[in-house]
C-alpha cells in the first residue's frame, strides 16, 4: 500500500480524544470499516485479525481461557509487524495482572498447577509470588499498589478505567515512524476501541455493567 493510500485513510478519519472526555463515538463502526476497506488486501487482513482478537466486542462470553489462550498464540504467530506485537504484548501484560488481581481477591486460592489463565512472560513469576501485595512486580507496574486498593473498595469500574488509560497512554506514546502508516492507523484503532468500551460502560445500566466487569475475574480477556 502507498504512502497516498495511507494519507487517504487516515486523513479521512476524525479525532479522537482522551476516552473519559468523549460524549459520543467520533466515528461509527459502520462508517470505520467503510474507511478501512479502503486499505489494500494486505493491510486490511492484519487489521482484521488484529480486530476480531482485540476488540472485546467481537469475543464470546462463553469462551473459555483455554480458547482465548489458543486464539493468542494462533494471531500472535502470524503477526509479522514488530510494532503491533508490541502493542498486543503490553495490553496483554496489564490485562494478566488485572486479571491476577481479580481472581485472587475474589477466589483467594493460588492458581492451581498448570491451569492456563493468563498471557505472556508474567504469568510464571505471579503464580510465584501470589501472595505477595504485588506480585513483588511494582518496579515493572508501579501502579499495581493503586490497582489493589481500587479492588478493596470494590470500585471495579475505577479498575476498568485504570486498565484503559494504561493501554491509552501507552499507545500515545508509542513511537510511530511516520505520520501516514499502518501504525499509526493501528493505534487509532486501538484508541478507537478504547472509547468505544468506556461510552458502552456508561450506557448500560449500573447492575449489568458491574456484571461484566466481575466476569473478567473468571474470564480472561
Known amino acids: 500500500m502507498t504512502a497516498s493510500s495511507y494519507y487517504t485513510v487516515l486523513a479521512s478519519l476524525p479525532y479522537l480524544p ?10 461509527n463502526a459502520q462508517r470505520l ?20 482478537f482485540m476488540f472485546w466486542q467481537y469475543h464470546s462470553m462463553d469462551r473459555t481461557n483455554e480458547e482465548f489462550i489458543e486464539h493468542y498464540r494462533r494471531f500472535t504467530g502470524s503477526v509479522n509487524t514488530s510494532s503491533l506485537l508490541k502493542i498486543i504484548e503490553y495490553r496483554m501484560d496489564v490485562r494478566t495482572v488485572i486479571v491476577a488481581l481479580r481472581r485472587r481477591y475474589y477466589q483467594h486460592a493460588a492458581v492451581p498447577p498448570n491451569e492456563n489463565w493468563g498471557i505472556g512472560r508474567w504469568v510464571r513469576p505471579i503464580e510465584k509470588n501470589w501472595n ?12 499495581i499498589e ?42 487509532y484503532l486501538f484508541k ?4 468505544y468500551r468506556w461510552l ?19 474470564e480472561y480477556q
Open 146 to 187: 493503586q490497582a489493589v486498593n481500587l479492588l478493596h473498595q470494590e470500585q471495579v469500574l475505577a479498575l476498568e478505567k485504570l486498565f484503559l488509560d494504561l493501554i491509552w497512554n501507552y499507545i500515545d506514546r508509542f513511537p510511530v515512524p511516520r505520520e501516514f502508516c499502518l501504525d499509526a492507523l493501528v493505534v
Open 200 to 218: 458502552q460502560y456508561q450506557m448500560e445500566p449500573a447492575a449489568v455493567r458491574l456484571e461484566q466487569l466481575l466476569q473478567q475475574a473468571r
Open 192 to 195: 478507537w476501541e478504547i472509547i
Open 33 to 52: 470499516e467503510k474507511r478501512l476497506k479502503m486499505l489494500g488486501e494486505e493491510d486490511y487482513q492484519i487489521i482484521t485479525e488484529t480486530q476480531a
Open 132 to 143: 505477595a501485595p504485588d506480585f513483588n512486580l511494582q518496579s515493572v507496574f508501579p501502579w
Open 18 to 27: 482522551y476516552f473519559e472526555y468523549a460524549k459520543f463515538l467520533p466515528i
